[in-house]
């Protein structure tokens, strides 16, 4: 993994089309891609900030603050005394507003969607409330399945205005490239988790057995101007992913 490392660090300061002026920046991007590659295996260790340091030709700070990024973002965990290995889980820092695809993306999977609903039709009362829309006011809803390769992960089921997005075959795998598409990415969101068992129902579709630990989540994202542009009820499964929340004093 380190001569595959330092092969892409060298690849990135030498390609006027890639180059970054932070070598910190160039050297998560360089990390980044060695994972994706599957140059080393989720739960393999990565070399030490020392090694690396010296492989690389880089202050052992840089290289801490590469690091750092990568745990951040989930990609990346540190066990005490133990060192800095690939997330065997998806971690799924709740700092960030990102999508499901993006998520799987950064950590060298492939996501994709297995459509049961993808159409138009008249908000519901709950919808309404949650949204801010008036009766009657056309929305797209999306219900699927979302995978890593083969592997189902999550059950979601979205809801967007169809003011906002009038195409519902406009969305394959992300919802929000669709969104980001038509300037209507969300800025923030308000999320509520909750612990549950899984009902037989979403257990068959995600290949677990009835009553195995899911994250049950509700999502209200928001444009700049405080409109909501989703309304998205998840089901994960609780064996692949963590949600990871940094907490401040005041």
């Known amino acids: 993994m380190e001569t595959a490392l330092a092969a892409e660090y060298r690849r990135l300061c030498e390609s006027p089309d890639t180059r970054q002026p932070l070598a910190y920046l160039r050297l998560r991007r360089a990390i980044r891609t060695v994972v994706e590659h599957r140059d080393i295996e989720p739960g393999q260790a990565l070399p030490s900030e020392r090694d690396l340091s010296h492989a690389l030709g880089l202050s052992r700070v840089t290289v801490r603050k590469a690091i750092a990024g990568l745990v951040e973002e989930g990609l990346l965990t540190q066990r005490h005394g133990a060192g800095t290995f690939v997330a065997e889980r998806i971690v799924k820092p709740m700092s960030r507003l990102t999508s499901f695809t993006e998520d799987l993306r950064?950590?060298?999977?492939?996501?994709?969607s297995e459509f049961f609903e993808r159409?138009?039709?008249?908000?519901?009362p709950e919808e309404a409330m949650a949204m801010n829309l008036s009766p009657g006011a056309a929305v797209v809803r999306l219900h699927r399945v979302r995978y890593a390769g083969d592997e189902p992960l999550a059950i979601e089921r979205s809801v967007v205005p169809a003011s906002v997005l009038p195409d519902p075959m406009a969305v394959r795998d992300s919802l929000y490239e669709a969104l980001e598409q038509r300037n209507a990415r969300p800025r923030r969101a308000l999320q509520r988790l909750r612990a549950v068992s899984l009902s037989a129902q979403h257990a068959r579709l995600l290949h677990v057995p009835t009553g195995s630990a899911g994250?049950?989540?509700?999502?209200?994202?928001?444009?700049?101007d405080g409109r909501v542009v989703e309304f998205t009820s998840s089901w994960y499964r609780g064996d692949i992913y963590d949600f990871v929340a940094e907490l401040h004093t005041d």
């Open 215 to 224: 994250l049950s989540i509700e999502r209200r994202s928001f444009l700049d």
């Open 119 to 124: 159409g138009i039709g008249e908000v519901t």
């Open 106 to 112: 950064a950590r060298g999977l492939n996501p994709r």
